[in-house]
């Protein structure tokens, strides 16, 4: 793959904030099993920080979608390539995002989940990028906001590459 990565944000950073997002999960539901569940596949690197952060019962369930194809911009068009392996009725649920951007796959998720009856349910994204925003959706745990750039790493590909970069950098073509 051509183009270059400048680095945006390292892997201290990352490790100190996500830290703190677990924290502040479990300040919010001090008492309840959480259900995690994680949208794949760029959610994969985030979650295994993120709950490992969250002290007391977790469960771990993963969700299939895909919405870029691939390219560097959003189709808009979400498609659920892997349903949950259990029911979310009376779940708290924490839905585990590493991006939102135009917003239209958390809105999509959110509107499919509450149907299953969550006690409760609440988002939390490594990143957010609010400059591309098409849908106005809740994000109650944010990790980093960032400008209107591409970024891939610690998750995020571009055509399936650099997933495995231990931090999140800017992809210059
Ligand atoms: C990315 C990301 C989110 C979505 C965010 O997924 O993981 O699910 O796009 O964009 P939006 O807010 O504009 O909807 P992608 O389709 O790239 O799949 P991947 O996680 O498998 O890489």
Known sequence: MKGTLKP??????????IAEMGASIRADYPDDT??????LKGSFMFLADLVRAIPGEVRVE????????????STGAV??????????????????????????????????LQVRGPKSLRVATLLDKPTNRE??????????????EFVVGFGLDLGELFRNLPYVAVYVP
Do not use: K, N
């Not at 945006?8 to 990352?14: D, F, G, N, Y």
């Not at 959706?137 to 400008?147: E, K, L």
């Open 79 to 112: 498609q659920i390539t892997q349903d949950l392996r259990s029911g979310i009725d009376g779940h708290v649920v924490i839905l585990v995002e590493d991006i939102v951007d135009t917003g239209l796959t958390i809105d999509y998720l959110c509107r499919m």
């Open 34 to 39: 959480l259900t995690v569940v994680a949208v």
């Open 135 to 148: 849908v106005d959706v809740r994000v109650d745990y944010v990790g980093f906001t960032i400008p209107d």
């Open 8 to 17: 945006l944000i390292s892997e201290e950073a990352l490790r100190a904030r």
């Open 62 to 73: 993963f969700l299939g979608v895909a919405s870029y194809h691939g390219g560097t911009t």
